[in-house]
């Protein structure tokens, strides 16, 4: 790492956690901002005598001011993060997701911080039939998630143009792995279809179940954040995290109830408004700009988060 002091925002969530983790691995002393309404501090229970925790949110000035005093880095994960949620109120989501990080942008310029490295999303694709999804295609957001997470990219460019913050956004696919909350009704697919797999319960899959998604895993989101974070050439850029690789939502439970040693045949149901159908990523700007690589295959990632939520169902 070339930095000593990092601020990770959302640092109590599914990847922010995972994150901190890396971070202090690395050597890095680190702060973490958590309003806990999705985080959980029992994700940062080995480590909470490590780092300095602020509970609160990242639209209250005058915290964000002080957590990112001295810091060299910002690892800016905080967010509402179902699209679903952001459907249902897209105004108290944009005032997070827009407005937080405008406030996180603008303490970073105050405070003289070297660097941050924003979480943004494939949402912003929308459902453009080309595939795979590469970082010049024109954005096409179908859901106020999408738009928000957009609207700070183009903040990050601007604070990097404008005011010389150096920024990298990176636009992640579909995220999973240990710690994903499998609880929320706004869970990602992964999370919620193993948990059925735990408990032996008929799983829901909205569509035809021919959707396809990138999933990767969130070890090597975690990397590619540090990465991007010791890079110059990452400066000012929009830059896919993926693997490239694509498996079909009816597929992925075939291989989750492989897992499990059983299967129930699942129901399907009406999609969700701002549901894409396809996506996958060319990762070619990654590899070229500071090397990333995924290392974790699907089904090695996929038995890892099973053996997690298994042992957690035992707890």
């Known amino acids: 790492m070339q930095f000593k002091k990092a601020l990770v925002t959302g640092g109590a969530g599914f990847i922010g956690s995972n994150l901190v983790n890396l ?9 973490v901002i958590d309003n806990l309404s999705t985080g959980n501090l029992q994700n940062l229970k080995n480590v909470r005598d490590k780092i300095t925790f602020y509970k609160g949110d990242i639209r209250c000035k005058d915290l964000v001011i002080k957590a990112t005093k001295n810091c060299d880095v910002i690892f800016h994960q905080a967010a ?5 949620q952001t459907v249902d109120d897209p105004y108290v989501s944009a005032m997070v997701n827009e407005i937080g990080t405008l406030s996180l942008f603008e303490a970073a310029r105050e405070n003289k911080v070297k ?3 924003f979480a943004s999303s494939c949402a912003v694709y929308g459902d453009d039939p080309q595939l795979p999804k590469h970082e010049k295609m024109e954005p096409k957001p179908k859901s106020p998630y999408a738009v928000q997470k957009l609207v700070g990219e183009y903040y990050a460019r601007l604070y990097y143009e ?14 999973y792995g240990p710690r994903q ?9 992964i999370s919620v279809f193993l948990t059925n797999a735990v408990l032996k319960k008929r799983p829901v899959i909205y569509g035809n179940g021919c959707q396809s998604r990138d999933f990767i895993f969130v070890k090597d989101v975690v990397y590619a954040n540090l990465l991007a974070a010791n890079s110059k050439k990452a400066n000012g850029k929009k830059i896919n995290i993926g693997t490239g690789k694509v498996v079909q939502i ?4 075939e291989l989750v109830s492989d897992l499990a040693g059983f299967f129930i045949e699942p129901e399907y149901s009406q999609s969700r408004p701002g549901d894409i159908d396809a996506s996958v990523a060319s990762i070619d700007c990654a590899k ?8 974790f295959s699907f089904e090695k990632g996929l038995e890892a988060t099973f053996k997690w939520y298994k042992k957690g169902s035992a707890a």
């Open 23 to 31: 971070l202090l691995d690395s050597g890095c002393l680190v702060s």
């Open 80 to 84: 509402v993060v179902s699209v679903p």
């Open 115 to 117: 660097k941050i490295v």
């Open 162 to 175: 404008l005011y010389g913050v150096e920024t990298v956004c990176l636009r992640y696919f579909n995220v």
């Open 181 to 189: 909350d499998p609880t929320s009704v706004y869970s990602g697919v």
């Open 250 to 253: 009816k597929r992925l439970w």
């Open 288 to 295: 070229s700009t500071f090397g990333f690589s995924p290392q």
